[in-house]
């Protein structure tokens, strides 16, 4: 009987999980699988979840949360090859999104009998994993202010992102490419390896998951009204376009910032710095996706 460890985030998305834990008895039921659930609860998650692997060697693990809770997962199933299936019930769901994931948590369910196994490349940001998109700046402040929000939900993300808007800060960094040094002053910039944040804004048009590099995305000063052109262009896919934007290509970069400042990658806060040290880990990992 094939082996299928459900993680659970309970808290993720602000959503009830009742329907969710009542699909995946039912899922496992006509599908014959052996399952385990195993529910996060904020602390140690991710030891637990090594340790369950061990005892329980499934063949997949299946994700029921955002992307933190994708994120663990990762970190769980570094060593082996096991699959990654996501259920996306957080609030953003950005890796989902980038894998074209259903929304409805039945057709996501089925990815882990019927999806086609892809390997994707994941960011090493100054020795932690990154597997979507980690930044600097404006969202890395704004993830910090939704970390300690007792809500979730897209709707109070975007109430900070208001908020910060207004006390944007300009930083100096100097960004050693292995083929040269360049100095850029910015308000954020986005290591990307991945294309967009969960709420659809396309940050990083030329982004691919299987491509070996990531982008840096640069986003210099602007003044406050362009920030809702820089929105719609997001939107639309056309943010390269903007004069506010540069973004380039590598495999690694290591970049200093003139003062302290907040990274982000995932959404959970890595803490603030100075140094940033970023590479690539080709095919690091493989998820479940859907065929079509
Ligand atoms: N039982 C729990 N109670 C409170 N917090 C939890 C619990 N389980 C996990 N967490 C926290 O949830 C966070 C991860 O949430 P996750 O990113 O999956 O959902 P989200 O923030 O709603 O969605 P998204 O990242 O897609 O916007 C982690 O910071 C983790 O510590």
Redesign the pocket.
């Known amino acids: 009987m094939k082996r299928v460890l459900f993680i659970v985030?309970?808290?993720?998305?602000?959503i009830d999980k009742t329907i969710l834990l009542d699909s995946i008895e039912s899922f496992v039921k006509n599908h014959h699988y052996s399952h385990l659930i195993y529910?996060?609860?904020?602390?140690e998650?991710l030891e637990q979840v090594k340790k369950l692997i061990v005892e329980f060697q499934p063949a997949i693990l299946a994700v029921a949360?955002?992307?933190?809770?994708?994120l663990t997962a990762v970190n769980a199933v570094l060593d082996t090859s096991i699959p990654i299936a996501i259920i996306p019930v957080?609030?953003?769901?950005?890796m989902a999104k980038e894998l074209n994931i259903p929304t409805d948590i039945f057709k996501a369910l089925t990815l882990i009998e019927s999806g086609i196994d892809l390997k994707i490349d994941l960011l090493d940001i100054n020795g932690q994993v990154c597997v979507h998109l980690a930044d600097v700046g404006l969202n890395a402040k704004v993830v910090k202010r939704?970390?300690q929000d007792p809500n979730?939900g897209l709707w109070v993300?975007g109430k900070y992102v208001f908020r910060e808007l207004f006390q944007l800060r300009i930083n100096r960094f100097i960004i050693q490419l292995p083929e040269k040094k360049i100095k850029r002053f910015a308000v954020s910039m986005i290591f990307a390896n991945a294309s967009k944040y969960?709420t659809g804004a396309v940050i990083n048009p030329v982004g691919s998951l299987t491509d070996g590099k990531f982008e840096l995305c640069i986003i210099k000063q602007f003044p406050f009204w362009q920030f809702f052109i820089l929105a719609l262009k997001a939107f639309f896919g056309k943010i390269s376009n903007s004069a506010y934007v540069e973004i380039i290509s590598t495999s690694e970069a290591i970049i200093k910032a003139s003062r302290k400042t907040l990274l982000q990658a995932?959404?959970?806060i890595l803490g603030k710095v100075k140094r940033i040290v970023i590479k690539v880990l080709p095919q690091a990992v493989t998820f479940r996706v859907s065929s079509v």
């Open positions: 985030n309970p808290f993720s998305g602000g529910k996060t609860s904020g602390s998650d949360g955002g992307d933190g809770t994708v957080g609030s953003a769901n950005g939704f970390e979730r993300y969960g995932d959404g959970e």
